[in-house]
């Protein structure tokens, strides 16, 4: 068990809809990131947060958006949903340092239909 | 961002050794070679990482060669509890990201 911890498990949405999923980091963690998994390929960076700002991005639209809380736990957003968002959302929190481990979720599975 | 290559997929046999290749043939200095595995429906699980020399810890090893453009993750003895999508990753001081490529998937044979 990593102290990482993601909800909700699964989510099933409309094409169209918002989408709120949440990231509970490992205490002690300044730095949180989020990842798309889409079936059968690896996991695909989306943004990164450090002490609450976004301080790195993948190629991913606008409409994917974050939030890092004082506490550290983190948010992603997703508004205007398409089919293509359907994958597992990771995300993994760690220290600010290259030679340290980061600690993965179980993930979010979300289904947009 | 640096890129790693490892082949799509190894098969093992129970309680044999397993080496896991890795080529990162762009790292540059400051880059930790960090590799993590994925079991079926549970997100990354981190295994080991380093810098230049070789690193040992419960869970494997990892040979990092001179020239640190390759690497090679070593399971000591395979069980079916390793079968799972191993990935090799670079990450970069400053960016603390991590680019996951295709990884490889291992398959343990009892």
């Known amino acids: ?113 | 961002d640096a890129k790693t290559t490892q082949p799509n997929s190894m098969e093992s046999n129970e309680e044999e050794p397993v080496h896991l290749p890795c080529n990162h043939s762009t790292i540059s200095g400051t880059d930790y070679i960090h590799w993590y595995r994925q079991l079926p429906s549970q997100g990354p699980e981190y295994v080991i990482h380093g810098l230049t020399s070789n690193v040992n810890n419960r869970m494997a090893s990892l040979a990092i060669a001179e020239d640190r453009k390759s690497s090679t993750l070593i399971l000591h003895r395979a069980t079916l509890r390793d079968a799972a999508v191993y990935y090799c990753i670079l990450r970069t001081s400053g960016t603390y990201k991590y680019i996951f490529g295709t990884g490889t998937r291992l398959k343990v044979l009892a």
């Open chain 1, 1 to 113: 068990e990593t102290g990482v911890t993601q909800s909700p498990t699964h989510l099933i949405k409309t094409r169209g809809q918002q989408v709120t999923l949440r990231c509970s980091s490992q205490s002690g963690h300044n730095t949180v990131s989020w990842y798309q998994q889409a079936l059968g390929q690896g996991p695909q960076f989306i943004f990164q947060y450090y002490r609450e700002e976004e301080n790195g991005r993948g190629n991913f639209p606008p409409r994917f958006s974050g939030l890092q809380f004082p506490n550290y736990s983190s948010e992603l957003n997703v508004n205007a949903l398409e089919l293509d968002d359907s994958a597992l959302y990771l995300c993994a929190s760690s220290l600010d340092l290259p030679n340290t481990e980061a600690f993965f979720g179980q993930g979010t599975r979300l289904t947009v239909v």
